[in-house]
């Protein structure tokens, strides 16, 4: 079956971020009562061949080399480490999504004439325009011009240079920039093939240099379509001329808003080389899509680039919006530190040496290789498409508001690496290649971890992404280093010792690793349950299982984890053009192990009782009153500190004697609404009332809330005890009461 793959996949993004009860307390200075510091030793083997790199050559193709000590001995640094094992528990514990590159991506869609894109270019009018910004308005000025198709071949004649479709633009306005003097040229036609093979007559500028009328070339990106095209067809550019004689009237913001936008969504370099190489008297040259005589859009072509309605990390906010939040603080963040633009910064409790090599096996240099860098734009593999096992959809949801985003990237682990030789098209390409020095298979690193002042769970939280074991014992792959879309680079721990020192004296059995991993699964099992209805298992979330399956070697070794080809031209397989092409997209299929497609998505989750029930309490009071918080956190804090003065009323209750806990649910209970505005329901707590004054005479003790009860039971608006009908048969009982209540009176005079 002809499918999307890739060498990555995503484990899914949590709406929900779980922030530990005892984030409040964290500090590298105040010791936990129950804290423990000490040292974890491990030793580290790589199933296939691996590469950690310390150096890159400036060699065609890059050579990356190994990062060695001093000495010249092969070592991986703590940093790599560390950071492997964080975007473990990222995943593993519902934390922040919060390093994102934020970019706010574009597109031009065109694949079929449906699209809404296609559309919305049928129902607007391509215009030329000049901008440039008036530094004594403090706005930008649109003008009006006329354009015309502009043959490469006529321009390359008339100017003796050599401009191709597919140079990029800014090197097109190197060979002719924008300063050079105006072209005289008339308007012409030419007949030629067509891009369908029928002949066509296109307008456009010819007798470049005789003609009366005067352009300014402009030019455009590559034009994509058959080869036999490229040369003739599609290999051309604009003339802009006849520029208006007034500017065309537009409101500043919306003028600004559309500037924005277009620098936003076309490529920097390209954007940067015309705000610095502009017309001297025009400005940056732009097509406008006008609707009506509204302008909609602007682009550096007829078919401009659009932003997307959300930028990436908008859509991150979106499905997760406490990702950016500074007054939450994540397991991983406690643990391995965190820095705040705003606010205060927590050091790291955890620090990992460099591990050394204790088991070299050999290296070798691997063929040439190119590791792609995927980007966000593909929209297939990126954002969820909710395709489930069918990966087809007519229509792709993209970066906007309702999107949710793929999740947290990885990529699984491969049985071998995979340096196969480079396609015929790419082989030459040596700016793009790197070459690997490779560490042989089964070699071994030994390395310790540091911790200070950590729990009993968030030690067993090291552990567990360590080992890295399910229930049954079954050993898991992490990914590490350069390579890892290649298959470089799986690794697993082994011989893991645990010396904890207890932060106060214990007498006790010394942790062992078995504890701290059981009370860590156990607290997760305990908040996954208590946020997600239904689901008491934590290693069944989503997110976990996930990450087992990325790293089960043997599940993987049938999985096409390779890159797909731009083209479909010779590919074998599923290419990125064939993916977008017509009203079916393919997308990339929800993953499957043990021959099951994975859920990406859990019971939404609910509002438990201890969720967030320490934001902004203990050390985090201050940063939370400094903080511009959102509508979200605002209301987290106020449930915060409600449910924290409810603890510390609790609290004081529960030191109360028998008899005080028995006067203040009284006290509670009357001053009710519903007690107060009814007299038979005051009557309901005469005989509480009585025999607590019974017990007042009986007890020793006297206390100090007798004065109140006293005045509360002779108030008549508050109690009952003393409300009752005057007639012969209540006389004796209300005599009683007032005798009782001047004996309790006498005895705490």
């Known amino acids: ?45 790589n199933r296939t061949a691996l590469c950690v790199g310390g150096q890159q050559t400036v060699d065609k193709p890059t050579k990356v080399k190994w990062q060695r000590d001093p000495e010249g001995n092969p070592v991986i640094p703590g940093s790599s480490l560390k950071g492997m094992l964080r975007n473990h528990l990222d995943v593993a514990t519902f934390a922040k999504m919060r390093q994102v590159d934020d970019q706010h991506l574009s597109y031009r869609d065109i694949s079929t004439g449906k699209t809404e894109y296609a559309q919305e270019i049928h129902d607007t009018n391509a215009q030329a325009y000049w901008i440039k910004f008036d530094p004594d308005a403090k706005r930008w000025q649109f003008k009006k011009a006329e354009h015309t198709v502009l043959f490469h071949a006529e321009l390359n004649r008339y100017a003796h240079i050599n401009i191709k479709n597919k140079d990029a633009v800014p090197d097109k306005y190197r060979a002719y920039s924008l300063t050079q003097p105006a072209v005289p040229f008339r308007i012409g036609e030419q007949t030629m093939e067509g891009t369908k093979g029928k002949p066509v007559k296109v307008e456009c500028a010819t007798d470049l240099g005789q003609g009366a009328q005067q352009g300014i070339p402009v030019f455009s990106g590559f034009r994509p379509g058959r080869k036999e095209y490229q040369d003739k067809r599609l290999n051309f550019s604009y003339l802009f001329y006849n520029e208006a004689q007034e ?80 007054a939450i603080f994540d397991l991983p963040e406690l643990l391995f530190g965190t820095l705040r633009e705003q606010g205060f910064s927590l050091k790291s409790r955890v620090y990992f040496a460099d591990a050394t090599c204790s088991l070299n096996q050999g290296f070798s240099d691997s063929n040439p290789v190119i590791l792609g860098a995927p980007k966000a734009s593909f929209l297939p593999n990126y954002i969820e498409q909710h395709t489930g096992e069918n990966p087809t959809t007519h229509t792709l949801t993209h970066y906007q508001k309702e999107a949710i985003p793929k999740g947290w990237k990885r990529y699984p682990t491969q049985a071998q690496f995979n340096h196969t030789s480079l396609p015929d098209n790419l082989k030459d390409k040596r700016d793009v290649q790197s070459q690997l020095e490779l560490l042989a298979p089964d070699s071994q690193f030994s390395g310790k971890i540091v911790f200070h002042n950590l729990k009993r769970q968030e030690i067993g939280a090291l552990l567990w992404a360590l080992q890295f074991k399910d229930p049954e014992g079954k050993v898991f792959y992490h990914s590490l280093g350069h390579g890892k879309p290649l298959g470089a680079g799986a690794v697993s721990f082994t011989d893991c010792t645990l010396n904890a020192r207890p932060n106060q004296t214990d007498d006790g059995d010394p942790l062992t690793i078995e504890q701290a991993v059981d009370e860590f699964v156990a607290h997760m099992n305990h908040v996954y349950q208590a946020s997600h209805e239904g689901e008491n298992n934590w290693l069944h979330s989503p997110q976990v299982r996930h990450l087992f399956a990325f790293g089960d070697l043997a599940d993987n070794q049938d999985k096409n984890l390779t890159y797909m080809p731009l083209e479909s031209k010779g590919a074998a397989g599923m290419s990125y053009q064939q993916a977008l092409q017509g009203h079916s997209k393919d997308v990339l299929p929800d993953w499957y192990h043990g021959g099951t497609h994975l859920p990406r998505k859990s019971d939404q989750p609910k509002p438990a009782p201890g969720d967030y029930k320490n934001f902004g309490q203990g050390r985090l009071a201050d940063l939370v009153s400094q903080l511009p918080l959102t509508d979200r956190e605002q209301q987290l804090w106020a449930t915060a500190d409600e449910q924290a003065e409810a603890d510390r009323k609790a609290s004081a209750f529960a030191q109360l004697s028998p008899l005080e806990q028995q006067f203040m649910q009284l006290e509670h209970d009357l001053a009710l609404p519903e007690v107060r505005a009814s007299q038979d329901r005051r009557r309901d707590y005469v005989q509480a009332m009585d025999e607590l004054l019974d017990a007042c005479l009986a007890d020793p003790t006297h206390y100090d809330f007798v004065p109140t009860l006293l005045a509360l039971c002779r108030d008549t608006s508050k109690s009952a005890y003393l409300d009752l009908a005057k007639n012969k048969k209540n006389k004796p009982k209300l005599a009683a009461r007032k005798q009782k209540l001047a004996d309790v009176e006498a005895k705490y005079k």
Do not use: C
């Not at 808003?257 to 920097?268: E, G």
């Not at 008297?281 to 659009?306: H, N």
């Open 247 to 326: 500017n065309t009237d537009l409101p500043r913001e919306e003028a600004q808003q559309l500037v924005t936008k277009l620098f936003n969504s076309h490529d920097q370099a390209l954007v940067d080389y015309l705000k610095n190489h502009p017309h001297p008297t025009f400005g940056i040259p732009v097509f406008a899509r006008e609707q009506a005589g509204k302008i909609v859009a602007l682009g550096f072509a007829k078919m401009p680039r659009k932003l997307y309605p959300q930028s990436i990390k908008q859509t991150v906010k979106s499905a997760q919006p406490l990702s950016e939040s500074d």
């Open 1 to 45: 079956m002809t499918e999307v793959h890739a060498p990555y996949h995503f484990a899914p993004l949590s709406r929900w971020v779980y922030m530990p009860e005892w984030a409040h307390l964290v500090s590298h200075d105040v010791p936990f009562k129950e804290g423990y510091s000490g040292v974890i030793h491990y030793t580290l083997s």
